[in-house]
Structures are given as C-alpha cells and as structure tokens.
C-alpha cells in the first residue's frame, strides 16, 4: 500500500479493523441519513486538506467505503506519502448518499490519525537528516490498530521497531530488577534463545552501558539520559554495538541526539500521543 517503507499491510487484519469500526459507528442503521435520503440518492464530495500534511490512509479510506457499498468511487492522483497543501481538495467521491455518510466518520477517524502520524515522523526524519540516525516507533500504540499506526510511521519516512514480543528479544528496566542484572538477564536469554535472535537491552546508567557492551549485545538502548551522558555512552559503545536512545524524545531535541552520534532515535510519541490531520469530507 502507497509508499510505505519496511511496514506492509494485511488486507485481511485491516478489513477485520475497520468492519469492528463500522459495526460500533453504525449500529443497527443510521437513524439521520436513511430518514432523509431515498435509497436511490447519489452524491458527489471531496477530501479537504485543512492544513499542511503528510497524507497516509487514502487506501484504507477507500477501503471504507468498499466495504459499506461497492457503487461509491473515490478517486486521487494523491497516494500515500505524498504531501498535501492546507486548502487543497485532494480526493473526490461519489455514491449513493447513505453509504457515503454512513461511512463518512469512520473513514475520516482512520485517515487523520494515520495522516497525523505520518506528517509528525516525516518532522521528525526531517530534525535528522544529516546525521545518519533513524526514527523508529515504539509498541505504544493504540491496541488493535498497531498495524495501521507503524504503517503510517513508514509512511512518513520513519522505520519500524519491533512490532511485538515475538520479534526480538529486548531487556527492560523491569526485566533488569526481577532477574537480578544485566548479565543475569543476559545469560538466560543465551540459554533458552535462538542465536540468530538479535538481543537489545535498555539501559540508564553508564555502569549499565559498560555492563552491556562487555556481554557483547546487539543493541543498547540509552534511556533517558542528558545529552552529556549520551555522548559518554555513546564513545563507550561506538563499532560494539548499534545505540539508540528513547525517553523524552521531542521534536525539538532531535537534532541535539542524533549529532550526539546515536543510529536509531525511537519515540512513542509519534503514536500515544500524535495531533489528528485536520481533514474534512464535503459534499456538494
């Protein structure tokens, strides 16, 4: 779907999410539109960009649609990834106006979200660029929509951390107290884990990093650290391991971490926390 980099799309699990939406939206019926139109009425609409954006969610727009009645058309020389001007009509549709209205919050729910995502990861790449660290996600993702959401990640030109347990194995904070160390923790996971798994760990502290680097990781996750601290880590690490940082990741210190010599910069902000795209459907 579109221009999505390394995050590919099941049409399956995404017709399973939007048949759930549009079950909890409509219910037994629209009470307003079939009161008003005959069933035979038809209109014509378009998509309205109210701000500038990073559009992503046309196909699943359209997809909607299809699966509410297969008579209404949408139409976009836009895909995916393409940039939208504030006051641009970017897409037009037509159909029969029941379907259209039936479908009209739903489908603008999952395309300013995916578009909000999407603008916001391309800011951040763009705070990046020239530094040679990418942006990833996080899992903190609305539950039951995380395929859409790193969708749109990748979309926006972002990369897509581990997409659930299953992927890698990665130690946290909490992992770290209940098995007693790094080490510790480190050496279960040797036992019982594929050696074709990659192995991240979180850490906090410089001891922490020495720590890590000494049981030979993969990747070690700087968390929350000052910027004084990261560049310490970082000359620590450097050639031994892949170093990515997360915790209080903001637009505004992007810059900042990745001239500090980091290669993956992840925020869960570009999901738990994103802005909607400013979209609106009109019809005529």
Request: proline residues 1%; negative net charge.
């Amino acid at each position: 779907m579109g221009k999505a980099g390394d995050m590919a799309m099941n049409q399956l699990t995404v017709d399973d999410i939007l048949r759930r939406a549009l079950q909890e939206d409509i219910g037994f019926g629209d009470l307003t539109s079939e009161a008003i139109f005959a069933e035979g009425h038809y209109s014509r609409g378009y998509l309205l960009a109210k701000e500038d954006l990073v559009l992503a969610g046309m196909e699943v727009f359209t997809r909607v649609f299809v699966l509410l009645d297969d008579r209404i058309k949408v139409s976009s020389r836009y895909v995916d990834g393409d940039r939208v001007s504030e006051g641009e009509k970017f897409a037009a549709l037509e159909g029969p106006t029941r379907a259209l209205l039936m479908g009209e919050r739903v489908a603008l729910n999952f395309m300013q979200r995916l578009a909000g995502i999407a603008t916001q990861t391309s800011r951040y790449v763009a705070a990046a660029r020239g530094y040679g660290a990418i942006i990833t996600d996080t899992r903190k993702t609305t539950p039951g929509l995380r395929m859409l959401e790193k969708y749109a990640v990748a979309v926006g030109g972002g990369s897509n951390h581990r997409f659930g347990l299953d992927s890698m194995v990665m130690i946290k904070d909490n992992h770290i107290k209940a098995a007693g160390g790094i080490s510790a923790a480190i050496n279960q996971i040797r036992e019982r884990v594929s050696p074709f798994i990659k192995i991240e760990v979180e850490t906090e502290t410089l001891e922490q990093v020495r720590e890590a680097v000494a049981a030979g990781v993969d990747v070690i996750m700087l968390d929350n650290m000052p910027i004084a601290v990261i560049k310490e880590a970082v000359d620590m690490i450097r050639g031994r391991a892949l170093i990515e940082v997360s915790g209080n990741v903001t637009l505004e210190r992007i810059g900042d971490l990745a001239a500090a010599g980091v290669d993956i910069i992840s925020s869960g902000a570009l999901t738990h926390s994103v802005k909607a795209a400013d979209i609106s459907m009109k019809l005529e």
